[in-house]
């Protein structure tokens, strides 16, 4: 039953995202099909469900675009035989890439054939990136792809998928737009065009969406309730068709319509070799978001149903499952979250209806394809659109967003709108370089506070967030909450001096200063000066600034101490030393002390200066001020 639905909501979906790939629809039938099949015997998830996803079929859109302007087609023209010529220098050739021959045909590589040639490509290097990754298990790349940044990523690309549909839906032809801006030249494009307008296909478009978007809203809010979704996009598609067949709207009102579906398969091919030096670096992108989403996908479906998965092993399923389809005329596939939604509701427990979805796909293929010949393309546009609803409707949790935690909404806001605005690629590698750039801020001026003790505890709490601690006599307790290494020691110091309220450097230099002066006066002062003077006006200087005697640095939240973290550590201790204040520190886990005893921070004569807790690093404060002969006068606490 699983399969069967998701079947029948795959057959539309599968067609409408072909035109967001650059593809005719039957190759989107194709990819749907080998995906399920393929991830039924690798896969190790029983829920998701894997085939187009829309985000993938337009980065594979634009660079099967980019390509066909690179090889003279017209990309503007609706005739898939139409070639133009690219002029070279100066001479005018036919690019090397229409040369190619049609493996079924035997005739010349026309723009439809050359398209799905540079996808097949683009998919089977995606693969080949994603299997690599199996094989040296760097699944951990996934780790830099938070929640946030995929979020607007694919927030920001769906921004994009809507304005690559809203020509279909107004059925007028517009100039391609690519690279950096695109999305804002597709509007420009659109308004300046908008005169042009198909009244059919628009009130088919608007009819389309008054049916869809309530229906899919129906599903959503009764979804505890129905046994299966609502499969409108189905019911759609075949009344458009009726409606367009029948009541000749293409010939009568202009209206674009998908065109011919072959049944059964193309004779496989191998991909065109000489294209990959130009789309390599482009399946790179590809294959991580592939990877990326499919995996969180399987993890979180998993851990929701009490099983585990293997993310190597479904690096490689995901891999196979765009390597194998390529021979075979496919796109880029990965897991979909609205379709594996859909198997989970309705009872889905293994892979094994994937195979159902693969078998109902099939007999579309080999029977029922031709029948959506009047199919209009601003239905399938509707359709792509109408399913952008769970990306777009991230901007009505923004306000949330922000009260959690304001900086995975910078990540998001930042990612979403350089996808939407700079472009797809980019879009990804902005958002990870700015996700990055938070983590290192976040280090670089990480929080800092003193510390306060719970009467009658061995606790110790940040006097900023805690009310009525009490102050330890003699002692500061400081704690940096987050690793020190080369990027943040400055500001660690910084910190350190700021809240206990003593620079020793400056303490040190106004202390040299005077003794400089003192000497200079001793060498030219006939009356008679004693050392002694001397002492009383540096140490009264040292005992009024330093309030305290003893400072405890908690490392409870250091997570690691480079080479440069322990030499500031070293510094810090030699010139607190210098004023009469005594450095000890806490809470160090193991790799902390390794670090400390491997850059000399430890001598054999100091291993008196760490302490297991703060509690203890205090006791010995208090012992020592007892053998000293000074008594604070509450010796409880210890």
Do not use: M, Y
């Given at each position: 039953m699983s399969g069967l639905i998701v079947g029948i909501l795959l057959v539309p979906q599968s067609i409408a995202y072909s035109l967001l790939a650059s593809q005719e629809p039957v190759f989107g039938l194709y990819t749907s099909f080998f995906a399920c099949l393929i991830y039924f015997l690798l896969g190790t998830s029983r829920h998701i469900s894997v085939g187009i996803f829309g985000v993938l079929c337009l980065m594979v859109g634009q660079v099967v675009d980019r390509e066909l302007q690179f090889a003279g087609y017209d990309l503007d023209s609706t005739d898939q035989n139409s070639l133009t010529h690219v002029e070279l220098g100066n001479s005018t050739n036919v690019t090397e890439g229409v040369q190619t021959l049609n493996a079924s045909a035997g005739i010349l590589c026309n723009k439809s054939c050359y398209a799905i040639t540079v996808g097949a490509t683009l998919t089977f290097m995606a693969g080949v990136y994603q299997v690599v990754m199996g094989l040296f298990q760097v699944g951990f790349i996934s780790v830099y792809l938070s929640d946030s940044l995929l979020s607007g990523f694919a927030t920001g690309a769906s921004l994009t998928i809507l304005t690559s549909q809203v020509k279909y839906l107004l059925g007028i032809s517009i100039p391609r737009s690519h690279g950096v801006g695109s999305l804002i030249f597709t509007w420009y494009h659109i308004f300046k065009n908008i005169y042009k307008t198909n009244i059919c296909d628009l009130i088919t478009s608007l009819l389309c969406l008054a049916l869809l978007v309530p229906a899919k809203e129906i599903n959503e809010l009764y979804k505890s309730k129905l046994k299966a979704p609502i499969p409108m996009e189905l019911f759609v598609v075949i009344a458009a068709t009726l409606a367009s067949h029948f009541g000749n709207l293409k010939e009568k009102y202009g209206s674009s319509i998908a065109g011919t579906i072959p049944t059964g398969f193309l004779p496989?091919?191998?991909?065109?070799?000489?294209?990959?030096?130009?789309?390599a670096g482009d399946a790179i992108a590809i294959a991580i978001i592939g990877f990326a989403i499919t995996v969180s996908l399987s993890e979180m479906f998993a851990k929701k149903h009490g099983y585990t998965v293997r993310a190597n092993q479904e690096m490689y399923a995901i891999g196979f499952c765009n390597i194998i389809p390529a021979f075979f005329?496919?796109?880029?596939?990965?897991?979909?979250?609205?379709?594996?939604?859909?198997?989970?509701s309705t009872g889905c427990q293994t892979q094994i209806s994937g195979v159902i979805t693969s078998g109902l796909l099939l007999l579309v293929l080999l029977v029922i394809a031709p029948l959506f010949y009047s199919l209009q393309k601003c239905v399938l546009g509707v359709i792509t659109i109408v399913n952008l609803r769970g990306a777009l409707r991230k901007f009505l949790d923004l306000p949330k967003m922000w009260q959690v935690n304001r900086t995975d909404t910078m990540i998001w806001l930042v990612t979403m709108a350089s996808s939407a605005f700079i472009s797809t690629e980019l879009g990804l590698v902005i958002g990870v370089c700015f996700s990055m750039l938070c983590v290192i801020i976040r280090t670089q001026q990480a929080r800092s506070t003193l510390l306060g003790w719970v009467d009658g505890t061995e606790i110790y709490e940040d006097q900023a967030v805690y009310k009525n601690l009490s102050s330890v006599q003699g002692v500061e307790i400081f704690r940096f909450e987050a690793p020190l290494y080369y990027a943040n020691k400055e500001y660690f110091r910084s910190s350190l001096y700021k809240r206990t309220?003593?620079?020793?450097?400056?303490?040190?230099s106004a202390r040299k200063k005077i003794e400089k002066k003192l000497r200079e006066q001793n060498q030219t002062d006939t009356a008679n000066h004693d050392s002694s003077k001397k002492v009383d006006v540096v140490l009264p200087l040292c005992h009024d600034e330093a309030k305290f005697h003893t400072l405890i640095i908690d490392c409870s939240s250091v997570t690691f101490v480079d080479t440069v973290g322990v030499n500031?550590?070293?510094?810090?201790?030699k010139d607190f030393k210098e004023i009469g204040i005594q450095v000890l520190l806490a809470h160090c886990n193991p790799s902390i002390i390794d670090s400390l005893r491997r850059g000399g921070y430890l001598q054999k004569e100091d291993h008196s200066l760490l302490f297991h807790n703060i509690h203890e690093a205090v006791c010995f404060c208090k012992i020592k001020d007892v053998e000293n002969g000074y008594c604070p006068g509450d010796e409880t606490r210890c």
């Open positions: 496989p091919s191998p991909p065109d070799w000489s294209l990959i030096p130009r789309i005329h496919c796109f880029t596939t990965s897991a979909a979250l609205a379709k594996t939604l859909v198997k989970e309220g003593i620079n020793p450097i400056s303490l040190i500031i550590l070293k510094e810090i201790l």
